[in-house]
């Protein structure tokens, strides 16, 4: 459900019949829980932010950005600068949107696991939905590692079973391989047909996906691969806002350094609050 300035919406009709931004409001509007906005350009704001997202996903898929643990990862030395961790650190004279149109223009250069692409996929989307220089004002402390995001993006773990285009959701290998350890898990993005796009898996079926994991789990494994009912999206209010604030501090979070390749963001939550709680 829909409502605008506290009204129901039902003006489908902004959008071209059969189009993205037409299928997003309408899976917006079918969810039980109600969406608030308080005008129609935050509302068009979230819609166009979702669709990019969806396009950024189609993008990555097409690139030829390779999938590879955090011990081979590598990247464009032009932009980025390769940690001993195996992220991307953004270059002091580098401009945060050349850096990540370069990931999809010369993405043979790059490799990454599957979580770090989807912030990736993130900050592709936000650049496509902002202007420019915004997005160059907003994001200059880029770091591309795991599930660490610019504290702009304010990413949001929600309980859901209601799926959205945009969303990212989790399919998780309890019982994964120790021949396959990066198999542990998928983080994919919910695309506008139902299917669903995962780095080094492609676009899939919920299905799909699990039969692949399922193939990587160890031999006397009764537990199945499962996607779990939790999303991850950002914030996408606060970002509609940020196009109209001026650039303020921010404190970034700490990055967690853990090494496993294809964890959820759940799971990075979890290793940031446990850090922070030992700070207290």
């Known amino acids: 459900m829909i409502t605008v300035s506290g009204v129901d919406f039902n003006q489908n009709d902004i959008w071209p019949s059969g189009s993205i931004e037409s299928i997003i409001v309408q899976q917006i509007h079918e969810d039980p829980n109600v969406h608030q906005y308080r005008s129609i350009d935050e509302l068009s704001f979230e819609v166009n932010l979702r669709k990019n997202i969806v396009d950024s996903s189609k993008a990555l898929n097409q ?53 770090t692409a989807i912030l990736i996929i993130y900050y592709h989307a936000v650049l496509n939905s902002i202007d420019e220089d915004l997005f160059d004002h907003l ?28 969303d990212v959701v989790y399919f998780k290998n309890p019982d994964v391989s120790s ?53 991850i999206r950002p914030s996408f209010r606060y970002l509609a806002r940020l196009t109209q604030l001026p650039r303020r501090y921010k404190v970034q979070h700490t990055v967690i350094h853990h090494n496993q390749t294809s964890i959820s963001c759940n799971q990075y939550l979890y290793y940031l609050n446990q850090l922070y709680s030992q700070k207290i």
């Open 179 to 231: 021949r396959t350890p990066w198999l542990r898990g998928e983080n994919a993005v919910v695309l506008e047909d139902g299917r669903f796009f995962g780095h080094g898996l492609g676009i899939r079926s919920s299905e799909q996906i699990i039969a692949i994991l399922n193939k990587n789990r160890e031999a006397d494994s009764e537990r199945s691969a499962f996607q779990e009912n939790t999303v």
């Open 63 to 115: 690139s030829q950005l390779e999938f590879e643990i955090f011990e081979n990862a590598r990247c464009n030395p032009q932009y980025w600068e390769l940690t001993s961790t195996g992220g991307f650190k953004l270059k002091p004279d580098a401009l945060p949107s050349e850096a990540i149109k370069d990931i999809y223009i010369n993405s043979l250069e790059y490799a990454t696991e599957c979580a």
């Open 139 to 166: 994001f200059q402390d880029l770091y591309l590692y795991s599930w660490h995001y610019d504290t702009d993006l304010r990413l949001q773990s929600i309980q859901t079973d209601h799926l959205l285009p945009g």
